[in-house]
């Protein structure tokens, strides 16, 4: 009798045993097939989290156990556990309960950060199929990314429409320019079929990212190696003579991953006279996993953008759709490349650490349309002569980024320090053009090089930074972050000029000593309700350019910026969530840019300014097919002390509206996916910028615009193509003439065209292959 029952006690002791054997399951992107980490896996039985997926996407259960994996941004999925499980969950565009990375360098809930972050995940980048990143970037609220053509541009955040440094854009966390040179057309050396997201972070990050992040700090969150092997190729064209073809693929096999990704992009002969360009744009990263607790990330991406530019139009070509340049012989070229290689290593549950090693090579030659002036003889008033210039500006970077966290049990704290360190040593050549006008037609036709030479200089910039934040979390309900960064700023300029041909010294050495401090707190109701508020310090030190050219007359000091801020969540009920921030920012010696007579521009300081206004997002999905998504800001943008000095007078124009400052931008988009037709998508989208002024005297304004896009997709589901589809985008339906950017100056107003009705056809077809 012992001997049965001890045999029955073994048989039920190996049957509980098989019932609970672990096994290894992995969670990933539907779309990209990469790994995703912290989602969470509950047992459908009691509802409680068994565990959350690592950076590798790996998480243990139980085999056979009934599971529900989820993750903010994605639809949930019921499962049942099984030995060599993946589960793909599918990104949600609605913008909302995201998971974002650029608050803290490290991966969080976007509640816990107070500052207002918005962020565009892998499925907006794949329906929208932009063939630009603004048709991205202002689906974000508060956000208008002005399109300038062939992937040029500017930006308005939480600022005028600005060509000034106001803006941090990132890759992956890393500056991809240095402090000091600023480009606002810095983002056509992204590689826009390498990312997998794009985080943007409103208002002043310069206690975490330091200079420039003022109106806002873009980070483009690059594409990671797919779990098993994965290839796509697309192309599409448009009525216009555009044509692109994108291709990437990747893989992973044991502890290596890696991804590759690139894009060429070609347009001749297209609605606009003289804006032929050319792209190439590369990526690769690869991935070593040391051991659960280590990773080495190496990436490396490279552009190369051929372009012409047109120039801004006079009020008669535009009104009359006349779209043609009044030349033929301004152009742009860049060549850029960026490497990198970072180490993550966990220590422990508590404690974690990054470094980073980063290089950038990059090179801009231009003969900017911006840049030709005409002279007007002071006591006729007549035309004398036209004078234009060719550039070149070329930099390499060298630096470092390390930054280390821990968990402390007080308060159930999060303390982290970092620092960052970049030598970046550039040089600056440019040389007057004679510039030959058919003055009656107002067209240059030519132009002869000269050997007067304007700029030529060196200057080693020098960026050393310490960083850090406190994260404390008292109560449950209650967050507190504060944050403090010291920036020392050097740079030390050599003029290659001999001595009486530069106003300039032979050697000067400008020096910026910064100190960023910001304090926030979040507070979470429950139930998806949640309240913040920051206060933080921005600050933007004058670019090399500002100081050193030899156009640059005017003597520039460092802009400085307080912002307050107030935000929410609030969920309505489960169909309906909005999202609110207001901000007040107060800017001292912001450095604005201004219209000369000539139709050149100056830099000059605005003694005081003062930026105020609403964000808000509406989210309405009233069913699984039907979204509704509306947002936008109001906002004034104001001088407070601000004048120039026109004909030898001094105007003053204080309590006027800044120059090309819209208070109302919105862009809202309807989207249908409906369920009788699996993998078929349906959006439209409205796009509006309010009347502003173009001049600081407020007495020349541009009426803004509303146009409406359509965007239908068709991803085949049937296995004999699955893995194909098709899109159709149409641009300005109503095929109305609009501008995307208006200036004015003491004589007249000049235009950016936008294109009409432009119609986008594409074809794509991935592969994937999970192992």
């Known amino acids: 009798m012992r001997t049965i029952i001890f045999a029955c006690l073994m048989h039920l002791t190996c049957f509980l045993y098989a019932q609970k054997q672990n096994v290894m399951v992995r969670i990933v992107d539907s779309r990209s097939q990469t790994a995703l980490q912290g989602a969470d896996i509950r047992s459908i039985g009691n509802g409680s989290i068994i565990s959350q997926s690592n950076a590798q996407g790996r998480s243990t259960v139980s085999l056979n156990d009934s599971i529900e994996v989820s993750k903010p941004g994605y639809n949930t999925i019921r499962v049942l556990a099984v030995e060599g499980l993946v589960v793909s969950l599918e990104a949600t565009s609605n913008f909302l309960s995201e998971v974002v990375v650029s608050g803290s360098r ?35 609220a508060g956000v208008y990314m002005v399109n300038l053509g ?92 555009y044509y692109r073809t994108d291709i990437s693929t990747g893989l992973t096999r044991g502890k290596l991953g890696v991804y590759v990704g690139a894009y060429t992009a070609r347009q001749k002969n297209s609605w606009q006279d003289y804006t032929d360009f050319d792209k190439y744009s590369a990526s690769l990263k690869t991935t070593y996993d040391f051991n659960s607790a280590s990773r080495l990330t190496v990436a490396g991406s490279f552009s190369y953008l051929d372009t012409q530019t047109p120039g801004s139009l006079d009020s008669a070509r535009f009104y009359s759709r006349r779209y043609s340049s009044n030349q033929r012989f301004t152009y742009r070229k860049v060549n850029a490349l960026r490497l990198s290689a970072r180490i993550d290593h966990r220590w422990n549950s508590s404690n974690s650490t990054f470094l980073t090693a980063f290089f950038r090579d990059n090179s801009t030659g231009q003969l900017p349309s911006y840049f030709i002036g005409d002279s007007i003889a002071k006591d006729t008033k007549k035309y004398v002569l036209s004078r234009g210039q060719e550039n070149n500006l070329s930099f390499k970077s060298f630096g470092l980024l390390t930054q280390h966290s821990s968990q402390i049990k007080f308060l159930n704290s999060k303390f982290q320090i970092g620092a960052y360190l970049d030598y970046s040593p550039s040089t600056f050549y440019a040389n007057y053009l004679s510039i030959n006008k058919d003055v009656p037609s107002n067209f240059y036709t030519g132009f002869n090089k000269t050997d007067s030479v304007i700029d030529n200089y060196k200057t080693n910039l020098v960026n050393a930074a310490t960083f850090a934040q406190l994260q404390v979390n008292p109560i449950k309900a209650l967050r507190v972050v504060a944050g403090l960064r010291y920036d020392n700023l050097i ?12 106003k300039y010294k032979q050697n000067e050495k400008n020096v910026y000593s910064v100190l960023a401090p910001k304090l926030g707190l979040t507070y979470d109701f429950g139930k998806g309700f949640g309240v913040y508020s920051n206060w933080s310090v921005g600050f933007q030190p004058p670019e090399t350019s500002f100081l050193y050219s030899a156009r640059q007359t005017n003597i520039l000091e460092q802009a400085t910026f307080q912002n307050y801020e107030l935000g929410a969540w609030l969920p309505v009920h489960e169909k309906l ?22 139709n050149t521009t100056q830099n000059d300081n605005a003694g005081a300014t003062r930026h105020r206004g609403i964000e808000y997002t509406l989210v309405y999905t009233p069913t699984k097919q039907l979204g509704l998504r509306f947002g936008g800001t109001y906002a004034e943008h104001k001088y407070q002390e601000y004048s120039e000095l026109l004909f030898g007078k001094t ?78 985008n149409i641009m300005n339906v109503t095929d109305q003439l609009y501008a995307n950017n208006v200036t004015g100056n003491q004589y007249g107003v000049t235009y950016n065209a936008a294109a009409p009705r432009t119609v986008t056809i594409g074809l794509t077809y991935s592969f994937t292959h999970l192992k």
């Open 651 to 728: 105007v003053f124009y204080n309590g006027n509206s800044m120059a090309n400052a819209p208070a109302s931008i919105i862009n809202s988009e309807v989207t249908w996916k409906p369920g009788f037709v699996a993998g078929l998508r349906m959006a439209a989208e409205w796009q509006s910028i309010s009347k502003y002024y173009v001049n600081s005297a407020n007495t020349r304004s541009y009426r803004g615009y509303d146009i409406f896009n359509l965007r239908f997709g068709y991803d085949i589901k049937a296995k004999v193509a699955k893995g194909a589809g098709l899109w159709l």
């Open 106 to 140: 490290e991966q969080q809930s976007r509640k816990e950060i107070p500052a207002a972050i918005s962020k565009i995940n892998s499925a907006t980048l794949t329906e929208t199929r932009a063939t630009a990143l603004y048709q991205l970037l202002n689906k974000s």
């Open 491 to 502: 740079y030390n300029f050599e003029n290659k000029l001999p001595l009486g041909k530069t």
């Open 150 to 241: 062939n992937e040029q541009h500017t930006m308005a955040i939480r600022q005028p429409i600005t060509y000034n440094a106001l803006y941090l854009y990132l890759e992956d966390g890393l500056p991809i320019r240095p402090t000091g040179i600023f480009n606002h057309n810095a983002l056509y050396e992204i590689n826009m079929n390498g990312l997998k997201g794009i985080e943007v972070i409103k208002g002043p990050a310069s206690s975490l990212y330091g200079s420039n992040a003022i109106g806002g700090s873009i980070n483009f969150i690059t594409a990671n190696p797919p779990i098993g092997q994965q290839a796509q190729l697309s192309v599409q064209g448009d009525g216009y003579n």
């Open 577 to 598: 969530n909005i999202e609110l921030a207001a901000f007040a920012m107060n800017g001292k010696n912001e450095i604005i840019t201004v219209m000369m007579p000539d």
